[in-house]
């Protein structure tokens, strides 16, 4: 009798750590610096959205400092500085979070509702952007995706 509970506390302790660890390793995860790049190939021209996130530890606040470069066929070349916060909220997974924007403030640059240049902006800055974002830890760094697509790496804030 002694044995069967020691092992069914093991095992509950097990189990409730799979669901406690997001919540208790986050305020001490440490700040986050990402940097972002993605590019749209378009037939009348190409587009790079090169950005990068900070969020800070213990915070449900982020902030994308990017530039977007319209460039034409023909080589020229016009950027666009964009500067944005966001409030996020998270849902925790046994192998992942939610990562939800619930408000996005415009600091600087282009509306994401400019039908010509919104949808390059970082979809992480849009309000009601939603997805599962998974995380994978590679030697020291952290690298965040999506499922099997590890995508951002968090480096130390540089300020």
């Given at each position: 009798m002694k044995v069967a509970f020691i092992a069914a506390s093991c095992l509950l302790m097990m189990f409730l750590g799979w669901f406690s660890l997001p919540y208790l390793l986050q305020p001490f995860s440490?700040?986050?610096?990402?940097?972002?790049?993605?590019?749209?190939?378009?037939?009348?021209?190409?587009?790079?959205?090169?950005?990068?996130?900070?969020?800070?530890?213990?915070?449900?606040?982020?902030?994308?400092?990017?530039?977007?470069?319209?460039?034409?066929?023909?080589?020229?070349?016009?950027?666009?500085?964009?500067?944005?916060?966001?409030?996020?909220?998270?849902?925790?997974?046994?192998?992942s979070l939610t990562a939800s924007t619930k408000k996005s403030f415009r600091i600087a640059g282009p509306d994401t509702q400019d039908p010509l240049v919104g949808k390059y902006i970082d979809p992480l800055a849009d309000e009601k952007f939603s997805a599962r974002i998974y995380l994978f830890k590679v030697g020291n760094q952290l690298i965040s995706g999506f499922h099997y697509r590890p995508l951002n790496r968090c480096m130390k804030p540089t300020f």
């Open positions: 440490g700040d986050c610096r990402s940097e972002t790049l993605i590019i749209y190939d378009e037939p009348e021209r190409t587009v790079i959205s090169h950005g990068y996130w900070d969020i800070m530890r213990g915070s449900r606040e982020g902030h994308l400092n990017a530039y977007l470069a319209f460039i034409s066929p023909q080589g020229d070349e016009r950027k666009v500085n964009v500067d944005r916060t966001v409030n996020l909220d998270y849902t925790y997974h046994i192998d």
